[in-house]
């Protein structure tokens, strides 16, 4: 069973301030990795997705991957309260896998 | 909202009917897919579809059927409602051949109670 861990939070962090989103994932052969952020009664949207080790960044976000330790983290600069929102850790188990498996999501509060 | 429709958005049923769920694309894309979504559980994939006419199993499919007929429409049927189906049913779509770049485009849900 490929499984994808978050801690369910709440994580506060004051606005301004940057907010460590941290994902584990079981499959090895995981091979795509992706941050989605879910509003409350809204559907998730995608925010971020990486491939490659090491940092990718777009604007306030970047989304960091180790795939010897097995974990996606997500960094948010600059946090505003607009931010606060779920955040979904989705993984891909990559060739010939069209699937997505999804963790529980970190609920994140930004407070002013 | 990307091309996208979900449709009721919500419903209210009871217990031993059976409800269908639409799920309408005008992307052209391969793979579509139905999650519910439950405190607690996060999203789960019922069933997802790489083609038409072509269907698969996801991790929690009892209770539930599906048919995709024609590229832009994928139904979900729960044959006979139990109140355990409860949930919010969300249909999410893919560019698909590899997706590695891609990731899912979500509709915006439905939310289905059975009394």
């Known amino acids: 069973q490929k499984e994808v861990e978050q801690n369910s939070g709440p994580l506060s962090v004051p606005e301004g301030a940057i907010a460590s989103l941290n994902c584990t994932y079981s499959?090895?052969?995981?091979?795509?990795f992706f941050w989605y952020r879910q509003y409350s009664g809204k559907s998730p949207e995608l925010i971020m997705f990486i491939y490659s080790n090491g940092d990718k960044e777009d604007g306030r976000f970047t989304a960091q991957l180790n795939k010897a330790s097995q974990y996606v983290s997500l960094l948010i600069r600059d946090s505003q309260p607009s931010d606060s929102a779920t955040y979904l850790c989705a993984v891909n188990s990559g060739a010939g896998s069209y699937q997505l498996t999804f963790g529980k999501g970190t609920k994140l509060s930004v407070i002013p | 909202d990307a091309g996208i429709t979900q449709s009721p958005r919500h419903k209210v049923t009871e217990t031993g009917t059976p409800v269908t769920l639409r799920c309408h694309q005008t992307e052209n894309h391969r793979y579509m897919y139905w999650y519910r979504q439950d405190p607690g559980h996060g999203l789960r994939l019922i069933h997802y579809?790489?083609?038409?006419?072509?269907?698969d199993k996801g991790e929690v499919s009892d209770g539930y059927s599906v048919s995709r007929s024609k590229t832009e429409d994928f139904l979900l049927t729960l044959e006979s409602a139990t109140s355990s189906q409860t949930s919010v049913y969300f249909c999410?779509?893919?560019?698909?051949?590899?997706?590695?770049?891609?990731?899912?485009?979500f509709g915006s849900g439905t939310r289905l109670t059975v009394v």
């Open positions: 499959d090895r052969g995981s091979q795509s």
């Open positions: 579809s790489y083609g038409v006419k072509d269907t």
């Open positions: 999410a779509i893919s560019m698909g051949l590899t997706l590695s770049n891609y990731g899912y485009t």
